[in-house]
């Protein structure tokens, strides 16, 4: 397994600003995933997010709007831009270990845009 | 395209009870299946995981599930259920051909009553 942090574990922000969601794990690891999930409902995979290529978006979530970053094996950043009251959401990310298919997730972001 | 479905938003359970969480799947090709926990106000937590081998798998916290290929189901199960397993839970899918994305069902809420 791995221990897997993120920061912030919740915020308020104004519609129009942007956020960054850090996301720290206790180990080196290729794959890391980010996640949206409306409190109490089902998780969707924003992107895609492996060390030394660019993120892979899924349909419906942009790079101009979802930016992320990944400088090294144990960090990842994802970036909410010009919020707006829709993307009040949780933000989770997850890796996976090794070749076991099985992802760990964080704590989770709870935004909430106003 | 992959995709879950757990037919079941609530399922209650006497303490004591077995207790069952249902879970059907469709990929192109071969499936890994997976189901995770979310206590509340928590992250996700892995619970066991079907990638090949024998279709019953054993899990944390007692759980087990049964891959059933010809029904295309993976069903979580639990032969006397605790207060403490009062939680939401995940079903993912995972195709083995192609792509490391997992696709998650809706999750089902879970309560045990004592």
């Known amino acids: 397994s791995a221990v897997i942090s993120q920061k912030p574990s919740r915020d308020i922000c104004q519609r129009g600003t942007s956020l960054t969601i850090q996301c720290q794990v206790d180990?080196?690891?290729?794959?890391m995933f980010w996640y949206r999930q409306q409190p109490g409902q089902s998780l969707t995979l924003i992107a895609t997010?492996?060390?030394?290529?660019?993120?892979?978006?899924e349909s419906g979530f942009v790079i101009d709007k979802f930016p992320i970053s990944r400088p090294n094996l144990t960090f990842s950043t994802l970036t909410v831009s010009n919020m707006s009251p829709e993307d009040s959401s949780i933000y989770l990310c997850?890796?996976?270990?090794?070749?076991?298919?099985?992802?760990?997730f964080g704590p989770g972001t709870r935004l909430t845009v106003t | 395209a992959q995709s879950v479905a757990q037919p079941e938003d609530q399922v209650n359970v006497a303490e004591g009870n077995p207790l069952t969480v249902k879970c059907t799947y469709s990929v192109s090709g071969n499936p890994y299946l997976f189901w995770y926990v979310q206590y509340p106000n928590r992250g996700l937590q892995f619970l066991l995981k079907?990638?090949?081998?024998?279709?019953l798998v054993k899990g944390s916290y007692g759980f087990e599930a049964e891959f059933n290929k010809s029904q295309t189901s993976f069903h979580l199960k639990k032969p006397s259920a605790l207060v403490s397993d009062s939680a939401l839970y995940f079903c993912a899918v995972r195709d083995v051909i192609g792509n490391e994305k997992l696709t998650f069902g809706t999750g089902t809420r879970l309560t045990i009553i004592p």
């Open positions: 997850s890796v996976e270990i090794g070749s076991s298919y099985e992802q760990y």
């Open positions: 180990s080196q690891v290729t794959m």
């Open positions: 997010a492996n060390q030394g290529s660019e993120a892979t978006y």
């Open positions: 079907y990638i090949t081998g024998d279709n």
